[in-house]
Each structure stands twice: as C-alpha cells, then as structure tokens.
C-alpha cells in the first residue's frame, strides 16, 4: 500500500508540473494572424513568390498585412493550400518561403479536374522572427489560394 501511495503521489506532482508549464496558444484575441495569399497578390523578394494579400482580422474584416512587429515573432501553427488550377492527378506543392529558405510547405494530390486542396497542422508551432519577408509559392498551378495561421508572441 504504501508503494502505491507513493507512485500516485509521484504521479500527482508529474501531472501538476506538466499541468502549469503552459500552452502554446495566444493569450489575447490581438495576438491571433491569419494570412491570405494568392496568385494575384504582388510578386514578393523570393523569386515568383506572392507576398501576403491581406491579414484576415478577428471581426471578420481584411487589412493590409504590415508584418511582423519589432519585439515579436508569428508562431504558425497550421497552413492550407487550394487550387482548381493544378495538372490533373498530380502533386501540387504550396510553400511558404522566406528569401531562399523554404519553411513550410504543404501538398495535395490534384483530381481529374485539377482541383486540391491540402492543410498541415503544427502542434508544437514554427517560430518566423520579425523582419522576415513571407512569401508564398505554387508548383503548377496557375490560379492559388494560401492560408497561413498562427499568433504573435513575444520574441525572447
């Protein structure tokens, strides 16, 4: 009995300093980023990348995009491609880039019609510091549309 007792109270203090560690997760609804871009957004420093269209706001309104905040850094936690554009039955690939470094890219199988679309979660989050220029690229497909989800958090 007395292992027992000591197993479960050393299983209560496990439990209680992963409980109070934290979550990855903003804290305030200001800190939230949503991201559009798309084949007609301006052509960006990475080559045929797309810099982002607009900055979806948390009242359901769009605003220009004006980057990250000096002191702060966008943890992305998820991103989404779509096209209807793509070659039929083929792999399109969406990327976010920064100048000449990939980050993060997604991908989805076309159907018979040329249309995909593909989404990538990131539990543990993808930290980008302030001062990088997103860009956005597609494989093949003509016409693109890219989200790109996360929050700001204070770059330590």
């Not at 109270?9 to 559009?36: C, E, H």
């Not at 797309?50 to 900055?55: D, E, V």
């Not at 039929?88 to 100048?99: Q, V, Y």
């Not at 993808?126 to 997103?134: F, H, N, P």
Request: proline share 6%; with cysteine; hydrophobic share 40%.
């Amino acid at each position: 009995m007395r292992k027992l007792t000591a197993f479960l109270a050393g299983a209560s203090l496990l439990a209680s300093s992963v409980a109070s560690a934290g979550s990855l997760a903003p804290t305030k609804p200001s800190q939230v980023v949503n991201l559009r871009f798309s084949s007609s957004d301006p052509t960006g420093p990475c080559g045929f990348g797309r810099l982002p269209g607009a900055q979806l706001m948390a009242d359901g309104t769009a605003a220009p995009y004006e980057g990250i905040p000096a002191g702060k850094m966008l943890v992305v936690t998820a991103m989404q491609g779509y096209t209807d554009t793509a070659l039929p039955s083929r792999l399109e690939i969406f990327k976010l880039r920064a100048p000449s470094n990939v980050a993060i890219s997604v991908s989805c199988l076309a159907d018979a019609f040329g249309s995909c679309h593909g989404t990538a979660t990131f539990p543990t989050g993808i930290a980008i510091k302030s001062g990088t220029t997103l860009c956005v690229q597609s494989g093949l497909a003509a016409t693109y549309y890219v989200t790109l989800q996360g929050f700001l958090a204070k770059d330590k």
